[in-house]
Antibody, heavy 118, light 110 residues
């Protein structure tokens, strides 16, 4: 069974940093592209970053470019999102999602909540 | 970068049919697949339509998808509405370096 489990969220201060993790199981992690998607409270889904299966190709949404860093460790079956210079508008549930060959985000984690507040 | 525009909300009675549109702002809707996700409160999104018009196993055939190049839009149609269909629905597509979601449509089944 495919499972994606995010962790690392919590309450953080403006200007601070957080590192989110996504532990993958039930599939060959190194064969799949991965994404991070966030959802602010009461708002819609926002794609924020993509990483290729090998980690060599990375994309970011303009809204997070320069502050967010996506990475992966295929030996540990894990995906990461480093968030720096946190802002109130980064408050959201952060989901990791697997992407298949049809550009479909076919499996999602349950999300981890990041709250940015002083 | 392009945008996908959806109606904010749709409401209809059980047993009826609704269609949710998803209009691409630039570039052809036919160039890249459109996916549709359903999200119930407190849950992660799940796929109801992929590759424009394909239904994952387990999704009832009441759900269908299509694209219309003349209006540069995709559509999700749900027939025989059930109260369990009440949820938020998001279209999603991509280009060479971005994945893009529509703003979402809240479906209310009265």
């Amino acid at each position: 069974e495919v499972q994606l489990v995010e962790s690392g969220g919590g309450l953080a201060q403006p200007g601070g940093s957080l590192r989110l993790s996504c532990a993958a199981s039930g599939f060959t992690f190194s064969s799949y592209e991965m994404n991070w998607v966030r959802q602010a409270p009461g708002k819609g889904l926002e794609w924020i970053s993509y990483i290729s299966s090998s980690g060599t190709t990375i994309y970011y949404a303009d809204s997070v470019k320069g502050r967010f860093t996506i990475s992966r460790d295929n030996a540990k079956n894990s995906l990461y999102l480093q968030i720096n210079s946190l802002r109130a508008e980064d408050t959201a549930i952060y989901y990791c999602a697997r992407e298949n060959n049809d550009w479909l985000l076919d499996y999602w984690g349950q999300g981890t909540l990041v709250t940015v507040s002083s | 970068n392009f945008m996908l525009t959806q109606p904010h909300s749709v409401s209809e009675s059980p047993g009826k049919t609704i269609t949710i549109s998803c209009t691409r702002s630039s570039g052809s809707i036919a160039t890249n697949y459109v996916q549709w996700y359903q999200q119930r409160p407190g849950s992660a999104p799940t796929t109801v339509i992929y590759k424009d018009n394909q239904r994952p196993s387990g999704v009832p055939d009441r759900f269908s998808g299509s694209i219309d190049s003349s209006s540069n839009s995709a559509s999700l149609t749900i027939s025989g509405l059930k109260t369990e269909d009440e949820a938020d629905y998001y279209c999603q597509s991509y280009d060479s370096s971005n994945r893009v979601f529509g703003g979402g449509t809240k479906l209310t089944v009265l």
